[in-house]
């Protein structure tokens, strides 16, 4: 066998292994570049169900005054006594909260037992919000919006009006 017909078979392995290292950088940064849309992507979707929760708790929380002489519920109770209106336990919580560490939203405390008929400019009053106070039933007067925001620098807010909102 002649020297140049040993050199193709190691040629050929040099090859194969450039290739290899070709192809695993090219992987690697093909993974680089969509990762982040991915990521992104994932808590845009996260984002919209937030704003739906937030929309159907919103919508339970004034059935709720419109079943009980125009009031809010209680704020340190409002989660047990808008129950009967909400149709599953994880309308209460964020999507964006790993399952077991908490819900992730509060009411405004300053609308406490308040009549909704009574509210001057209900589409500017937060009603529930994205909230870092994980606890069942939170609220606050609106203090414990997290930051930095929860969903791509950005915060829901549910207004007295019903409307939700995301908000930086």
Same mark, same amino acid.
């Given at each position: 066998?002649?020297?140049?017909?040993?050199?193709?078979?190691?040629?050929?392995?040099?090859?194969?292994?450039?290739?290899?290292?070709?192809?695993?950088?090219?992987?690697?940064?093909?993974?680089?570049?969509?990762?982040?849309?991915?990521?992104?992507?994932?808590?845009?979707?996260?984002?919209?169900?937030?704003?739906?929760? !937030?929309?159907?708790?919103? #919508?339970?929380?004034?059935?709720?005054?419109? $079943?009980?002489?125009?009031? +809010? &519920?209680?704020?340190?109770?409002?989660?047990?006594?808008?129950?009967?209106?909400?149709?599953?336990?994880?309308?209460?919580?964020?999507?964006?909260?790993?399952?077991?560490?908490?819900?992730?939203?509060?009411?405004?405390?300053?609308?406490?037992?308040?009549?909704?008929?009574?509210?001057?400019?209900?589409?500017?009053?937060? !009603?529930?919000?994205?909230? #870092?106070?994980?606890?069942?039933?939170?609220? $606050?007067?609106?203090?414990? +919006? &997290?930051?930095?925001?929860?969903?791509?620098?950005?915060?829901?807010?549910?207004?007295?009006?019903?409307?939700?909102?995301?908000?930086?």
């Amino acid at each position: 066998m002649s020297v140049q017909g040993r050199q193709n078979p190691v040629r050929l392995v040099i090859l194969l292994v450039l290739g290899g290292f070709c192809m695993l950088a090219f992987c690697l940064i093909l993974a680089a570049i969509l990762f982040p849309v991915f990521s992104q992507a994932r808590e845009k979707a996260r984002l919209d169900r937030c704003m739906s929760n !937030l929309k159907a708790l919103a #919508s339970a929380q004034l059935m709720y005054a419109n $079943d009980y002489r125009d009031q +809010l &519920p209680i704020a340190s109770q409002w989660g047990d006594l808008i129950r009967p209106y909400v149709k599953t336990f994880d309308q209460y919580r964020c999507p964006s909260i790993p399952q077991g560490r908490g819900f992730g939203y509060a009411m405004n405390v300053r609308l406490s037992r308040q009549k909704v008929s009574r509210l001057t400019m209900p589409s500017q009053i937060p !009603l529930l919000y994205d909230s #870092s106070n994980l606890a069942w039933n939170g609220h $606050d007067p609106v203090t414990s +919006l &997290p930051n930095p925001p929860r969903h791509i620098r950005l915060n829901n807010i549910a207004f007295a009006d019903g409307q939700v909102k995301a908000v930086r």
